[in-house]
């Protein structure tokens, strides 16, 4: 594998071409942008769309910290009854509740220009780095696109379910990381991760072929602005550079004195963040738990087995790429830092951390221009000894459009699938289904909030304080951080501290059999000020929380009643 001549500098970007790319990114957000719209025109009468398209419980986590970054700097953590030293910092959230707070503009309204930024300069980043690698323009297009629209084989999941009621593994599917198009539609952090982590290397490649220290203090810099929001990310950051320190070291038999300094200059200026974020699970007892709990989740990099259906034809096509019969000192610097960031992912995305699923952020990038790199050098050379009287340049364009047609099926499904479950949560919502499964349920209560709920969630909003803890049912609970700064009972399944058993305590609270003795055990343990009433928690049970002499109704609309805790009646019990 040998890059193109040119690559040794900066390449040149015509406004034809920008603008060729800009029409490309326009419409890759306007896409994206779709199902927000939909879902606002979509709200059964009498709710609300809460503003998110996908993983609605930790936006509402993203969205308390915003909350509390409103005012604070440290935020604590919400999710649970249990207090918590405020020690959390995320640059992100933080300056999103800075902008709310100066500006009055609703989270939903912030959220969405973030993700349209994000993707805008993520795709810009992309675009550049692939521009630094290959003088060609159709090269850096095609990989470009391959970039921000491959994604894997998970759709034969799909298949398999209704053509033979296979089992799915979810996450061969379903996670976004390593796919451009998903986290511009549904997670803008992780679409800024991508974008900064090109940005790194786009320098420290620059850097490399320079020699000038300056690509290094720039890399530093954006990497600190990264370690204040993904602090994980630094295991890549670091990991990669690492390991193209010791390609060049293997080259050239002399220790690589440039890309040393580069590295300490890095890690000097970008590691404080990233040693606050560890300590602060070691000075708090409620951070320690909520790091603890992260296996909850069941969110593990698929297997190895696994890896190639979730990261899909362009990835399998950039193993193809990697040049494994060049002599190692006839390879140039771009040669092998392409090389150490497509590699250096195999290490990461297994190392035994609770976060290790997320170090596959940015692996997209490189596999498209590695994957480019084997459509040029092995799947066009093959296909013109067989189709001899095809000239290159039409086999360019049909192999290059054939390649980017196939890599897109498992996001054509994800994104479908946003309108299938709106339109069943729709359906769920407006009819009030009692044949929806449990999970249909959930669905419906987390994208579509009957005006109720968020009449209640206003109300408590102006009596309580961050201290104030409210009883509820989880698809309530993960909410009322967000939409009123009180902490929530039973909120989250990493930072709800012992989910599981404050998930039996609130059936048991709501469940008729249980006595009173119980569940004012539960009241007085955890401190609980206000009880959440509504249609989720009268699944639980048949318990009518009117009759009892320790509840006080405060605040009552439809199916709704919020009852306030009456401290001295719980005490002389």
């Given at each position: 594998m040998v890059t193109d001549a040119r690559a040794q500098s900066s390449a040149l970007f015509t406004v034809r071409e920008w603008l060729l790319v800009g029409a490309v990114i326009l419409v890759i957000l306007v896409l994206t942008g779709i199902p927000y719209f939909y879902a606002h025109r979509i709200a059964p009468p009498e709710t609300e769309f809460i503003g998110v398209v996908v993983n609605v419980p930790d936006h509402a986590q993203y969205f308390s910290w915003m909350r509390e970054s409103r005012s604070l700097v440290l935020v604590p953590n919400q999710f649970t009854p249990e207090s918590s030293t405020p020690l959390l910092f995320n640059f992100l959230w933080w300056t999103l509740g800075r902008i709310e707070a100066l500006t009055g503009l609703s989270y939903i309204t912030l959220y969405q220009i973030t993700r349209?930024?994000?993707?805008?300069?993520?795709?810009?980043?992309?675009?550049?780095?692939?521009?630094?690698?290959?003088?060609?323009?159709a090269k850096r297009f095609t990989a470009f696109l391959l970039a921000v629209l491959a994604s894997g084989f998970g759709w034969i999941w799909i298949v398999?379910?209704?053509?033979?009621?296979?089992?799915?593994?979810?996450?061969?599917?379903?996670?976004?990381?390593?796919?451009?198009?998903y986290t511009i539609m549904g997670f803008a952090h992780f679409t800024i991760a991508t974008g900064l982590i090109t940005v790194i290397f786009t320098l420290v490649l620059?850097?490399?072929?320079?020699?000038?220290?300056?690509?290094?203090?720039?890399?530093?810099?954006?990497?600190?602005?990264?370690?204040?929001?993904?602090?994980?990310?630094?295991?890549?950051?670091?990991?990669?550079?690492g390991l193209y320190g010791l390609f060049l070291w293997l080259r050239d038999r002399k220790f690589p004195i440039y890309l040393f300094k580069t590295g300490l200059i890095i890690v000097l200026v970008s590691v404080w963040p990233a040693l606050q974020a560890f300590l602060i699970t070691t000075a708090d007892d409620v951070w320690r738990g909520v790091l603890s709990q992260f296996d909850n989740a069941g969110a593990w990099t698929p297997n190895p087995l696994h890896l190639p259906i979730l990261m899909g034809l362009a990835w399998l096509l950039a193993i193809w790429a990697l040049d494994i019969k060049t002599p190692w000192r006839e390879r140039d610097d771009t040669h092998l830092f392409i090389m150490a960031w497509f590699l250096a992912h195999f290490v990461l995305v297994y190392l035994p951390l609770n976060f290790q699923i997320h170090l596959l952020s940015g692996w997209q990038v490189i596999t498209g221009v590695l994957a480019t790199i084997g459509l040029y050098r092995r799947v066009l050379p093959w296909l013109e000894k067989r189709l001899k009287s095809w000239p290159r340049s039409r086999l360019v364009v049909v192999a290059t459009a054939a390649l980017v047609l196939l890599v897109l099926p498992?996001?054509?499904?994800?994104?479908?699938?946003?309108?299938?479950?709106?339109?069943?949560?729709?359906?769920?919502?407006?009819?009030?289904?009692?044949?929806?499964?449990?999970?249909?349920?959930?669905?419906?209560?987390?994208?579509?909030?009957?005006?109720?709920?968020?009449?209640?969630?206003?109300?408590?909003?102006?009596?309580?304080?961050?201290?104030?803890?409210v009883l509820s049912n989880l698809e309530t609970g993960q909410f009322v951080p967000m939409l009123t700064g009180a902490r929530s009972f039973l909120g989250h399944w990493a930072q709800t501290l012992d989910f599981f058993g404050k998930q039996a305590a609130v059936r048991a609270f709501f469940d008729g059999s249980t006595g009173d003795d119980e569940r004012l055990e539960?009241?007085?343990?955890?401190?609980?000020?206000?009880?959440?009433?509504?249609?989720?928690?009268?699944?639980?049970?048949?318990?009518?929380?009117?009759?009892?002499?320790?509840?006080?109704?405060?605040?009552?609309?439809?199916?709704?009643?919020?009852?306030?805790?009456?401290?001295?009646?719980?005490?002389?019990?």
């Open positions: 349209l930024l994000a993707g805008a300069f993520t795709m810009a980043a992309i675009y550049v780095f692939c521009g630094v690698i290959f003088s060609s323009r398999g379910k209704y053509a033979a009621n296979l089992p799915i593994f979810p996450f061969d599917l379903y996670t976004a990381e390593p796919n451009t198009f620059l850097g490399q072929r320079s020699k000038n220290l300056h690509y290094a203090w720039a890399a530093a810099a954006v990497t600190l602005l990264l370690s204040l929001q993904h602090s994980y990310d630094m295991f890549t950051i670091y990991g990669v550079i498992a996001n054509l499904y994800l994104y479908a699938q946003r309108f299938l479950d709106l339109n069943r949560a729709n359906r769920i919502q407006a009819t009030g289904s009692t044949e929806a499964d449990e999970e249909g349920r959930r669905e419906a209560s987390m994208f579509f909030l009957p005006v109720e709920t968020t009449a209640a969630m206003k109300y408590l909003e102006s009596r309580v304080g961050t201290e104030d803890v539960t009241l007085r343990r955890y401190s609980v000020d206000y009880v959440f009433y509504g249609p989720e928690e009268a699944r639980l049970g048949d318990y009518d929380p009117a009759g009892s002499p320790f509840l006080s109704e405060v605040f009552s609309q439809g199916a709704v009643v919020v009852y306030q805790v009456q401290a001295d009646a719980v005490a002389a019990r």
